[in-house]
């Protein structure tokens, strides 16, 4: 009867670690064309595009992965972002609202990006970057955090975070000249004008991320 009982108990127990450890549904990582790219999935990231020209050239990685509301409802998102690996150059993660500064220069430094609302269905760039600047390797694990969005006396969303256990993939940046990697070829646009991680507006490039706006009519982001 002891033996029946202890075993009973130890079954209770794995059937509550299974569903804590359940992947919560309110936000998945897609592709660019919607599919759903699975939790502890590795994506690799091997596409390079060479930005601008001359002095201000620079090579760029885009993650290519983008994160969506499953819901029929407004939630709040954010993510946790670790850096795990970084041969050269610099990594970026400007989701959702805000570019992290400097925090994809050290191997094995996290961050939890401040959050931000998804409508309902809605569809949000990861905007995860790595700026090469020779032959090399980088990782990322990215981890979606959720919260719930209510509004103070004068309207503003207020985020409480909930304890769920959020989706996570590993994003692994390739650049190879030996045929890995499929490298793009210069655009032939110009950098029209440049800002801040905060928006405003220099002169010229400065040390740490920068915002480009381009004479195509593009924004992208620079690490100099």
């Known amino acids: 009867m002891n033996f029946i009982k202890s075993t009973f108990i130890i079954a209770a127990a794995m059937s509550a ?4 450890a359940q992947v919560d549904r309110t936000f998945a990582f897609v592709d660019k064309d919607g599919k759903e790219i699975e939790n502890g999935s590795t994506v690799i990231a091997n596409q390079v595009h060479t930005i601008g020209q001359g002095e201000d050239a620079y090579e760029e990685i885009q993650s290519g992965v983008y994160v969506k509301n499953l819901t029929t409802d407004e939630w709040g998102v954010g993510v946790t972002v670790t850096l795990d690996k970084l041969d050269n ?8 609202t805000q570019c992290l500064p400097n925090w994809g220069e050290v191997v094995g430094g996290t961050v939890k990006t401040g959050a931000g609302v998804m409508k309902a269905d809605e569809t949000k760039s990861l905007q995860t970057e790595w700026f090469p600047l020779k032959d090399g390797e980088a990782e990322a694990t990215v981890k979606i955090n959720v919260y719930k969005v209510t ?4 309207g503003l969303p207020v985020y409480k975070e909930l304890n ?3 989706p996570s993939i590993t994003i ?11 490298v793009n070829t210069s655009t032939t646009a110009k950098a029209i004008a440049y800002y801040t991680a905060d928006g405003k507006r220099i002169s010229a490039p400065q040390k740490g991320l920068n915002i480009v706006k381009m004479s195509d009519g593009r924004t992208v982001k620079m690490v100099k």
């Not at 670690?17 to 804590?20: E, G, K, N, T, V």
């Not at 509004?151 to 004068?154: A, L, V």
């Open 151 to 154: 509004k103070d006396k004068i």
């Open 89 to 96: 150059g610099a990594a970026q993660c400007c989701f959702p």
């Open 172 to 182: 692994h940046f390739i650049k190879s000249t030996n045929g890995i990697s499929s």
């Open 164 to 166: 769920v256990n959020g």
């Open 17 to 20: 670690a299974s569903a804590y």
